[in-house]
């Protein structure tokens, strides 16, 4: 079968060809699907820094596959004013395919995929390029200011989750470990020389410890346990995901759950969120 030949992240081109229809120059498709992996927070393919900014050989390949090998994808070349560029466009047949394709993927992929397509969809190459190296390539100087700036809000919550820290709140020790993880990953970035790389993970960091700050706001302090670690999770969860896929592929921290937290956690404490781990099995909500 056709779709057997098409790799897990080749839904993501095919998908976002489908809903757009035509993409002209191959830096946009290239800008348009990191946006819709970063800020979707959607794995798929691995990005670097290019001459253009985010770069994927990766999707190169699998776009190359699927208009010389596979007849999903339609690429002409256009004589525009001053250059000649690529213009991208699905074939009946990668219509077909992709909808085959989504049919089987989950809801909240596609419409995470969905938002982001029609935010910037409009936009030409020039303006997804300057939006994404002010966004995402983070030259050194920023990137002390934002290590600073976020250092010190995790640090706060740190404090603040260790005095919620209680054997029947397991969503205090979520946190704890998230944010030990997310302190870890920013310290690691320090030696991180790409700035693709280095400016995705600090704003999936950014967008994380926000998100906790938000709950962590809105406390009944009242109460021993702020919330369930399935409310916590179910909250979270996207964001855990993200950041844990993204500092494993590009080398900055191992998984999540394979991390050594025992400068902050004694050994029972550790024993502890394995075990809340494995009965709520995070992984049915995480992915």
């Known amino acids: 079968m056709l779709v057997e030949k098409i790799p897990d992240r080749g839904w993501i081109p095919l998908y976002t060809l489908f ?11 290239q800008k348009l699907i990191f946006l819709i992996q970063t800020e979707g927070k ?7 820094k290019h001459h253009y900014g985010p770069y994927s050989e990766e999707l190169v390949v699998d776009v190359q596959a699927f208009s010389k090998s596979l007849d999903l994808i339609d690429v002409q070349v256009i004589e525009g004013t001053k250059y000649p560029y690529y213009e991208y466009s699905p074939t009946a047949k990668g219509i077909e395919t992709i909808q085959e394709i989504a049919a089987k993927l989950s809801l909240e ?10 935010k910037y969809k409009n936009k030409n190459y020039k303006e997804l390029t300057e939006y994404i190296y002010k966004q995402y390539v983070i030259p050194e100087q920023t990137f002390e200011t934002l290590y600073s700036s976020l250092s010190a809000d995790l640090v706060s919550l740190d404090n603040i989750w260790e005095k919620y820290y209680k054997d029947d709140c397991p969503a205090s020790l979520l946190i704890l470990a998230v944010v030990e993880y997310s302190s870890k990953a920013l310290e690691k970035l320090k030696t991180t020389k790409d700035p693709v790389v280095r400016g995705v993970c600090v704003s999936s960091i950014s967008e994380l410890t926000a998100k906790i700050v938000d709950l962590t706001s809105s406390l009944q302090t009242s109460k021993d346990c702020p919330f369930s670690f399935k409310t916590l999770l179910t909250e979270i969860s996207d964001h855990i995901n993200f950041l844990d896929n993204y500092c494993g592929k590009n080398n900055i921290l191992p998984d999540i759950l394979d991390i050594d937290f025992s400068d902050f956690m004694s050994e029972e404490e550790l024993q502890r969120l394995e075990k809340t781990l494995a009965e709520t099995q995070p992984s049915e909500l995480m992915y």
């Open 42 to 48: 959607i794995d798929g393919y691995k990005f670097f």
């Open 109 to 118: 992929d596609l419409k995470r995929a969905d938002k982001i397509i029609n």
């Open 19 to 29: 809903k757009v229809g035509k993409i002209s120059a191959a830096t946009k498709l």
